[in-house]
């Protein structure tokens, strides 16, 4: 790892996942005016979220990361971007009543559209074409011309994620998120479902005690707390170039922030410490995030603990563990025993997705709602033996009423996938097996049981 750092110091490093462009001067184009346009989000706000998670690492607060498993330019609309909102905010009032701490509300979007493959290509009948890698970087249809990757695609990426904040921001400060409309959050299809139901009651305590508060003259209107919340942006820093353009040296602290998110993560596949990844997020003074899988080992995590964050700053650094359900207890152990001796103030979460993924036998992609919270039990249950704090949880849902994960309230079976299968990439929640999942974790954290 080089001592100094600039924001092309990763250009020096091994790098992986990273699509053929076929005409560097077009990237180079597209590259410099994205490097020309403002920044997405300003490094206070990034400080800002940083603080938060201090609060997680310490035990004081939970993180709550979800949103798309990737955006797409042709879902994008006001519609899908309030949904999802929804959503996660619906999910952020359960856990935060049912458990009694603040929780920070970080979104998959706004720029979460580069997507990992374990192969560059793949077979479309007896045609190998390159693979969808999100569509930041190709199309998803299934011919070779379709993924062809454009550079202007960059640009694409750039605008549809400055119009998503911009409608997050004047939804999350200009009404939609006050704490009085709980009950207009529940949408039809949610509220027919027994989290619905359940989260109805805890919406109704929620306006009691806000009348309470008004009879004893508290101003809740006015109440900024009451009425607008902040949900902070992340995605995976996956296609560096793009990071680096919108690389900006704070004039407040002289440090430098990857502008295009407040928080970025490496991906479980190109997370080595003598890569390009880990050598470009080290110097960017954004809250970071490390997805670890089953074969990490307790010296792979501290040592990237320390490339990462050696000056042991609180909030800095999540550890998102993505091990499936019948790892996750045993291998997590060992790292939470490491990390929690060697004193490193992180934030550990789970992901209880990406390691429960199976094909179906109609041949979709999906994930059983049991196995997932069959992994955040593990998850809970490694961290009360280690004593250490299960401080989040990060997801991929939408707020539409998709049929891609099987379970859930509704007990969705293999033949109902077909119905809404809509998912650019990997099988997301929708709104009421997500609503459920906050029921079940805010339980598991507080009582020990789903």
Known sequence: MAKSWSPDSWRGFPIKQQPQWPDEAELDRALKQIHSYP?????????SLQAGLGQ???????LLQAGDCAESFEEFSADNIREKLRVILQMAIVLTYSMGVPVMKVGRLAGQFAKPRSADFEKIGDEEIPSFRGHIVNAAGATAAARVPS????????????????LVRAFTKGGFAALDRVHAWNQEFVASSPAGERYEQL?????RALRFMRATGMDTESNSNLSTVDIFTSHEALLLSYEEALTRKDSTTGGWYDCSAHMLWIGERTRELDGAHVEFLRGVGNPIGCKVGPTASAEEVLELCEAINPARIPGRLTLISRMGAGKVEDGLRPLLRAVRDAGHPVVWACDPMHGNTFTSAGGRKTRDFESIISEIEGFVRAHRAENTWPGGIHVELTGDDVTECVGGGDELRDADLDTRYETVCDPRLNGRQSIELAFRTADLIRNGDA
Do not use: K, M, W
């Open 203 to 207: 919406a109704n305590e929620i306006d």
């Open 56 to 62: 997680v690492a310490a035990g004081n607060a939970f």
């Open 39 to 47: 920044p997405l989000v300003f490094a206070g706000e990034a400080r």
């Open 151 to 166: 550079p202007e695609r960059l640009v694409q990426a750039y605008h549809q994620s400055a119009a998503t904040l911009n």
